[in-house]
């Protein structure tokens, strides 16, 4: 293409209204850019002087090609990092510099030798799993967060010592977290790094203050930790920084303690909430893609590792976790038909390259098939390209890998939102708004496959935190008790029944029924009001015990037990809280015995009042999917089939009790 001389163009608002929009919804910025504007264009934002972004995969090529010419990523970085990194930091020098530590950094995070990790960032992983909270929301960032720090600590910094350990797991987060300090980006470095400025700002607290007092404090640690490492050189270890400290360079010269310690926080700052983020995006679109997730979990039992591999990558196109790769140009640069001059920015927008129809169809969807088949190439650039790509690429991903494994194989995450979390800026990453608000149940509590075949994840998600909540409440409602007494009557138990009651609440009708039958079973969606069930009726020991109950948490659409395990069913006051009835209501029957009974009981949508109000329950109550009529509740039973034998309406049409019987031989001692 022949270059004019024209700029691109951009949009014309304040630089400060770019800013906060591109802040604000990032990747909605620059699409919207893209669309209006074309490939290359122009944006203001506060503290760049001029800054282009491409957003095409050849374009983006193009600007990592010219890493051997007039791009200069390091200088682009240098002010806003160094004052963090050091001097000497990979990400902020270049040319001669740049390449004696590249090329001794290069081979300890080759492939061949990251791999060797595997096993440790497993345990790593393994142990910070078992501490994860169960049956309660929780983010997953900062977990993932406690993992890639252990791991930078252990396989980076080689430290295994406890108490060290501990005084680097205290320290570096709070590094990392002064470094977030809005004015560290904000004020330019001239104002406050040197020896000058910094003086003055140590006279009154602020968060620079606190920066550079950790700052110091880290250093002090570091120092002390390769002090002790040079006077021990041990050649069997394998950590990152015990192969720099034994790597030489062309002219058999070594690093220094400074160039050490400004590669060890590089790599800290650079490696560790990249790749957690990474993760915490990996789960929040599993999470919302059940197939790929349901995929995967069968891949991972099997020891197969392709199709993990294909979440990883997909993950990183989808969620990108780093926006843009910066160049500083020191000199022009031909682009696109324009010639950007030097002394600007130029970078490839990764979310919007990696949207490119290149990637294969529904480039917004998340479909980790794509890199089975025909992987993407150019349009693939998580991290980045040309000679500046990410030196830590391979043990980002082998991490990944990893630890999805070692998640999927021991816990059942759930989202608590159905909605997809949004990609907001954070420091210079793209994190999940949320930070992935997840919640975990172990998998042997719930099968996931069984699981993972209900279509009603979100849905239900939302009725168990609903009933979470008022689960204090829930065994004091007298109607509801009444309702189920009513259920109960329905129900003529015997003493050889086994009872399983579905949506059991907080265990009230099983406390009535246990001392009367066989076995008596409740499951329900909500650990909290399991909690309170078990803590009234399974007390740990004590005479008077009775020993026929079990709580299970579990959802009516796949629920936990074999064919025909029970003889009598009750679901009372919760169908209309199943995101498929139908699916529910076939598993009551596929769990209830031959000539075994069942009864529900549920607000229903038959008198005039009920109809009006169910569409705003709908609209403000979570969890609420609707109410059935009462003929449709004896539908869905012989559909299942099953022989309806009673049906009325209690209080003046609003709420429907259906009794029905499985066909078959009655069970013996089973009342009638
Ligand atoms: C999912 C995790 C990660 C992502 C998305 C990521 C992404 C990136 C990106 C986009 C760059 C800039 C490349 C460019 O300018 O073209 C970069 C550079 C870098 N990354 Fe990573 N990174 C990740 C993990 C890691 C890890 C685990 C380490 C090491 C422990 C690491 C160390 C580095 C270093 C040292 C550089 C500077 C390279 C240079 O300028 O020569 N990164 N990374």
Not at 178 to 202: D, F, M
Not at 393 to 409: N, P, T
Not at 465 to 488: C, E, M, N, P, T
Not at 527 to 534: E, F, K, N, T
Request: charged share 30%.
């Amino acid at each position: 293409m022949t270059a004019t001389r024209t700029l691109p163009p951009g949009p014309r608002l304040p630089g400060l209204a770019q800013t906060a929009l591109l802040f604000r919804d990032p990747v909605g910025f620059l699409g919207s850019c893209r669309r209006r504007y074309g490939p290359v264009f122009r944006v203001h934002l506060v503290g760049f002087p001029h800054y282009v972004y491409v957003a095409d995969p050849q374009l983006a090529r193009e600007v990592y090609a010219a890493d051997r010419t007039v791009g200069r990523a390091g200088e682009g970085r240098h002010d806003f990092l160094a004052p963090l990194v050091g001097e000497n930091s990979l990400l902020v020098t270049e040319d001669e510099q740049w390449l004696r530590h590249r090329k001794l950094l290069g081979p300890v995070f080759h492939r061949k030798h990251v791999d060797g990790y595997a096993e440790e960032i497993a345990a790593i992983a393994g142990r910070e799993i078992e501490r994860w909270p169960l049956e309660e929301p929780f983010e997953l960032r900062p977990r993932m967060q406690e993992i890639t720090l252990e791991v930078i600590l252990r396989l980076v910094f080689g430290i295994a010592d406890g108490e060290r350990l501990e005084r680097f797991r205290e320290l570096l987060p709070r590094l990392l977290e002064a470094t977030g300090a809005l004015l560290l980006w904000l004020l330019p470095p001239s104002l406050w790094a040197s020896e000058k400025g910094q003086r003055r700002l140590r006279r009154f607290p602020n968060p620079l203050r606190s920066f550079l007092e950790t700052r110091e404090q880290v250093d002090e640690l570091i120092y002390e930790e390769i002090a002790r490492r040079r006077s021990e050189l041990d050649d069997s270890r394998r950590d990152v920084l015990s192969m720099l400290l034994r790597a030489r360079d062309d002219e058999g010269r070594g690093m220094s303690d400074i160039e050490l310690r400004d590669e060890l926080i590089t790599l800290l700052e650079a490696g560790h909430e990249t790749t957690a983020t990474g993760l915490a995006w990996a789960f929040e679109r599993l999470l919302r893609n059940r197939d790929a997730l349901e995929r995967l979990v069968a891949e991972v039992d099997d020891g197969g590792s392709e199709y993990l591999d294909a979440v990883v990558r997909e993950t990183l196109r989808a969620r990108p976790v780093v926006l843009d790769t910066p160049r500083l140009l020191d000199g022009p640069l031909e682009i696109g038909g324009y010639v950007i001059p030097e002394g600007w920015y130029v970078a490839p927008a990764i979310p919007s390259v990696q949207l490119d129809r290149s990637v294969g169809p529904e480039p917004e969807d998340f479909r980790p098939e794509r890199f089975l088949d025909e992987p993407p190439r150019d349009a693939w650039i998580p991290f980045g390209g040309g000679k500046r790509h990410c030196v830590g690429s391979h043990l980002a991903l082998l991490e990944m890998r990893v630890v999805i494994a070692e998640v999927v194989r021991r816990l059942r995450l759930d989202a608590v939102r159905a909605a997809p979390e949004r990609q907001r800026v954070h420091h210079v990453t793209l994190v999940p708004s949320k930070g992935t608000r997840v919640m975990a149940s172990p998998r042997d509590l719930m099968p996931l496959r069984h699981h993972a075949e209900s279509t009603s994840a979100p849905a239900a998600q939302a009725a168990r935190i609903h009933f979470d909540r008022w689960a204090g409440a829930y065994g004091r409602s007298r109607l509801l008790v009444s309702l189920q007494q009513k259920a109960l009557t329905e129900l003529r138990l015997g003493a050889a029944d086994r009872v399983l009651d579905v949506a059991c609440g907080t265990g009230a009708l099983i406390a009535e029924v246990a001392h009367r039958v066989e076995r008596a079973a409740g499951l329900d969606l909500s650990s909290g009001m399991l909690q309170i069930a078990r803590s009234r009726l399974l007390p740990d020991a004590g005479p008077g015990r009775l020993v026929n109950i079990e709580f299970r948490l579990g959802s009516s659409d796949a629920l936990p037990f074999a064919d025909g395990e029970f003889t009598a069913l009750v679901c009372t006051t919760a169908l209309h809280h199943f995101p498929e009835p139908q699916r529910s209501v076939d598993e009551l029957a596929r769990v209830l015995a031959p000539g075994g009974r069942v009864v529900i009981g549920d607000a229903c949508r038959d008198s005039p009042p009920a109809k009006l109000l169910d569409p705003l329950f709908r609209r403000f109550e979570a969890g609420h999917v609707g109410l059935q009529r009462k003929r449709d509740i004896e539908a869905m039973l012989t559909r299942a089939g099953l022989r309806v034998t009673t049906s009325r309406h209690l209080w003046l049409g609003v709420y429907a009790l259906v009794a029905a019987e499985r066909p078959g031989s009655q069970p013996p001692g089973a009342a009638q």
